[in-house]
């Protein structure tokens, strides 16, 4: 990976921000709405790179072919929205990441399926909005990840060749989207990688098990 590096570019859940104990936070407050218990955090952290659909599987075994799921997500995103940056915060060793990245004129930003409307407001929360050069959401540009749409709308939009740019993420479809577009890809081992997840067969350039690792990059 030995070559000009001119911009990074991270997922958000699981690799950038860690955001489990909100999302978790939602799913219990909801649980306890329907008269359930709460699920221990360990069970939840996992599946949270999945969004809602993972978090209704796990609070509720219901998909989205179940009569009520539509109804159970928006209560879940309502949720969530209201509790959006109780505990999130970047995870450990990435402010200085992102700082290193600034000090040395390296571009910056996010490419994630995470819905505008949740990332917007939060990134604004923990103020990094205007530290980012560019934001893609899940909703911003279609097709999603895997699809490495979303990259390449990142790259035109803060003026990056993807070809000189890293991207990190902590789920297969990241690793997909980066290769896709033809750039360096980072595997977030620190993330939420299930049980299930055989990370050795994504095809990352690089696995990564703590932020402070990406400075070696650079």
């Known amino acids: 990976m030995k070559q000009t590096i001119t911009g990074v570019l991270f997922d958000l859940d ?3 921000l860690d955001t489990a104990p909100d999302m978790a936070l939602a799913l219990n407050i909801q649980r306890e709405l329907h008269d359930l218990p709460p699920l221990p955090y360990s069970e939840i952290r996992p599946y949270v790179s999945h969004g809602a659909l993972a978090m209704l599987r796990i609070g509720f075994a219901i998909g989205t072919d179940d009569q009520n799921f539509q109804g159970m997500r928006e209560q879940y995103l309502q949720i969530y929205s209201e509790n959006i940056a109780v505990k999130t915060r970047l995870f450990d060793g990435l402010e200085n990441v992102l700082q290193t990245l600034e000090e040395r004129s390296i571009i910056w930003g996010v490419a994630t399926n995470k819905p505008e409307f949740l990332t917007q407001p939060l990134l604004t929360q923990l103020k990094l909005d205007r530290r980012a050069s560019t934001v893609i959401s899940g909703d911003t540009i279609e097709p999603r990840k895997p699809n490495p749409t979303p990259l390449f709308a990142a790259c035109k939009e ?4 993807p070809s000189q740019c890293i991207y ?24 939420y990688i299930t049980p299930e997840d055989n990370t050795q067969s994504w095809g990352a350039d690089v696995i990564f098990e703590s932020p402070k690792e990406l400075l070696e990059l650079l």
């Open 14 to 16: 699981g690799t950038l």
């Open 158 to 161: 803060a003026g990056l060749i």
């Open 168 to 191: 990190v993420g902590d789920a297969e479809r990241d690793i997909a989207a980066g290769r896709g577009a033809g750039m360096k890809t980072v595997l977030a081992n620190w993330g």
